[in-house]
């Protein structure tokens, strides 16, 4: 599979990688959603502030202390993971609709915060991103950055994969089922709602901030809270609870605007017809189709020989 990723680029044209690229990228922000509301059952509406916080604490560690942007974003997603776990401890009490209204604050305070910070940000007007320098290296294609891109969403896919039979994986669908009957287990809800919470915000970052030199230039209404709705429509159509609906569900979403270019008024309306038809008909997504589960289908037992 890893020789197939990286042999890829030879056979495609850029435009094709470029929507790998997003394709990639996008999956890692809802790799984010897939942990924290898919596995732990929080509602979380602040993925577009985490990607917000990758793109921007990177692209201004860069320009203005002069660190490489790969640093920069690292730096910057390990930090977005802490502020992702201080804000699951201070919403401890919450749940449900409220959770969400919460975390929908946190993307409202964080846009304008991005709009009214012109010093630092370049307000309204948005901020240029630097080239992606590694190895000596300017990254700045589809072609090139397909390199980065690609394989940090491989590796954090087969990361949450793992995570899913794991004891935090374990903890985080008892405390999905009831969080009361979590307690009476004896397991820290606090503490691991806070690991949720914080994954999810460095998954986000991750990816805002390796989506950054693939646009080339942030924008603050990118941030919104209508991207949070739309990275959590991506994990409804792919499948919220699966590591694989994140990258069937950003290939449906990144892909189907191109397919549909003949009908780019109704693009809202085929979007919310397809979020309302998963929801009702298939809430499990995308991915409850795939061909790991075709594969998987129940086989004839061969008969048994006796002696």
Known sequence: ??????????FLAEFHLFQLCLIAGTALIVLGLVVVTGLAGQISLAQSAFAALGAYGATVLAV?????LWAGIVVTALATGGLGYLL???????????????TMAVTAIVQLALIHSDAITGGAAGLAVPAFGLFGLELTTGRQLYYVIVPSAALFFLAVERLLNSHYGRAFAAIRQSETAAEAMGLDVLRYKAAAFGASAFLGALGGGLLAPLSSYLDPAQFGITQSVYYLAVAVVGGMASPLGAIV???VFVLLPDLLQGFQTYLGLVFALLLLGFIVLRPNGLASLSIARLWSWPRRAKPELTP
């Open 1 to 10: 599979m890893l020789a197939l990723l990286l042999a890829l680029p030879q």
């Open 64 to 68: 203005s202390a002069g660190i490489p």
């Open 88 to 102: 699951g401890l201070m919403t401890l009490r919450v749940a449900g609709h409220y959770l969400a209204l919460a």
């Open 249 to 251: 569900g950003s290939a």
